[in-house]
């Protein structure tokens, strides 16, 4: 069987969803997957590429692409099309900065104007246009691949082919290290711009915690500093993005103690997978941790410190900053359980047994 994936990016999504999931294949057997590269197959050539493919997967937004190459005269694909998503974008928040790309109408925050349409990159016309092409997308490919079920349930309103492919974590880049505790606990949060309402949310609680213990907070990927009080800066630790493939090594070195994992309970991310998670995890580092989907369906007391209010993510705070013994209990069970049951060695298999099913070759 063969598996082409058009090209991708080398961010986060772009792994987890194509990069990562390809390695996967082509452990089950050997030299099954490939992702298009532009410049290191330009030799080879792309019809001829595509023609051999038997599976050909799309990331969300390539889908315009597709139709594109698709439609040259000297292409005769055969294969089944697989459009793969991770976000439910008809439910972006205007607080989220991925409003600028998907956002359908101008906004407005606290009385003042947020999105207007012409400035600063929001281009309603271009908005809809990405976001009919996606519709369209999600109704013409053979197949679709999802995060979670309920993203599945959303993407089966478009088309009844729907394969849920979980998020998974690759144990050969993730793993545990006995890296010492720190006097002054590292407590760590990473991710994109589009999360200010989740830090909003422990807003208080923070403040409060930031006077009464000791610890660092480290932001990775985006910063949120106007949550926090001015005194306490100096105790906010800013780090840029790293190429992922750098992701997992960084996260280690840094030798966290604690993860924080807020997540506001709104319709968009809901839709999300519980990737944060997954990813401390694997680290064996016990994270407070939104009890909201895609949260609650994975966690449990005993692999997390779930909380609903910003009272209950003080007070599991407060339990993982002075019990050690807590911190290594939940950390040991978390790992447990997302290498049995997140590993990308065994997802790969069922992966790769759903293609074989599908793939016109077989």
């Given at each position: ?201 422990i807003k208080k609680p923070l403040a409060k915690l930031f006077k009464e213990h000791d610890f660092d907070l480290y932001l990775l990927g985006s910063s949120y500093m106007g949550i926090f009080p001015k005194k306490y800066h100096n105790r906010i630790k800013v780090l840029p993005w790293t190429p992922f493939e ?117």
């Amino acid at each position: 069987m063969k598996i082409l994936s058009l090209p991708v990016g080398k961010d986060g999504c772009s792994y987890y969803r194509i990069r990562k999931p390809f390695d996967g294949l082509n452990i089950v057997e050997e030299g099954c997957a490939h992702v298009l590269d532009i410049e290191k197959d330009r030799d080879v050539g792309l019809p001829h590429i595509m023609n051999l493919a038997d599976v050909i997967f799309v990331r969300q937004g390539g889908e315009i692409g597709y139709r594109k190459i698709t439609s040259m005269s000297d292409l005769d694909i055969h294969a089944v099309s697989v459009l793969d998503i991770d976000d439910a974008i008809d439910y972006i928040s205007p607080l989220s900065d991925f409003y600028r790309e998907y956002g359908l109408s101008e906004a407005e925050f606290d009385g003042k104007p947020l999105w207007k349409d012409g400035e600063e990159g929001f281009d309603l016309s271009a908005n809809r246009l990405r976001v009919k092409s996606l519709h369209v997308g999600l109704q013409t490919f053979d197949y679709v691949t999802v995060t979670t079920p309920k993203l599945g349930k959303y993407a089966g309103k478009f088309n009844k082919n729907v394969y849920v492919n979980p998020n998974t974590i690759d144990f050969d880049v993730w793993y545990r290290t006995n890296h010492r505790e720190h006097k002054r606990l590292r407590v760590i949060w990473g991710g994109s711009p589009s999360h200010y309402q989740d830090w909003y949310t422990i807003k208080k609680p923070l403040a409060k915690l930031f006077k009464e213990h000791d610890f660092d907070l480290y932001l990775l990927g985006s910063s949120y500093m106007g949550i926090f009080p001015k005194k306490y800066h100096n105790r906010i630790k800013v780090l840029p993005w790293t190429p992922f493939e750098a992701h997992s090594f960084r996260m280690n070195a840094l030798e966290p103690d604690i993860a924080i994992i807020p997540l506001e309970a709104n319709e968009f991310n809901s839709y999300k997978s519980p990737i944060k998670w997954l990813e401390m995890s694997a680290l064996g580092i016990p994270s407070v941790v939104s009890n909201v989907t895609p949260y609650k369906e994975v966690i449990s007391t005993k692999t997390a410190m779930p909380y609903k209010t910003a009272k209950q993510f003080y007070e599991s705070m407060v339990e993982l900053l002075t019990n050690r013994g807590v911190r290594k209990n939940i950390g040991n069970a978390a790992y447990q359980q997302v290498f049995t049951k997140h590993n990308l060695v065994n997802e790969s298999k069922r992966l790769y047994d759903f293609l074989c099913q599908i793939s016109p070759s077989k």
